[in-house]
């Protein structure tokens, strides 16, 4: 990434996410994200035309089956919103190595 050192993006890591909001919540972030919502000023986001409707979530499903020695991993990435035709399709899914 440009302009952050490996140091700092091992720092921030833990805290990045690519299926959330555009917006964090503070509410239901976690206790460092929170704080730095807290610490910034604040200011209305535009709306996007490619943001969801914010009834919609998004969420990553991991399952994992064991079974004779051997094991298997499986996840989803999955959207759940009224505005859905189905209401939770697939947004990807794939197995882990």
Not at 18 to 44: F, H, R, T, Y
Not at 82 to 90: F, Q, R, V
């Amino acid at each position: 990434m440009l302009g952050i050192t490996p140091t700092v993006f091992a720092v921030i890591r833990p805290h990045l996410t690519l299926n959330g909001p555009p917006q964090a919540n503070a509410a239901s972030a976690d206790p460092i994200v929170a704080a730095a919502l807290a610490a910034a000023p604040q200011a209305e986001a535009a709306p996007s035309p490619l943001q969801p409707p914010p009834d919609m979530l998004t969420t990553r499903i991991t399952a994992t089956a064991f079974g004779s020695g051997a094991s298997a991993t499986r996840f989803a990435i999955v959207r759940f919103g009224a505005a859905l035709p189905s209401g939770y399709p697939s947004a990807r899914w794939g197995s882990r190595s």
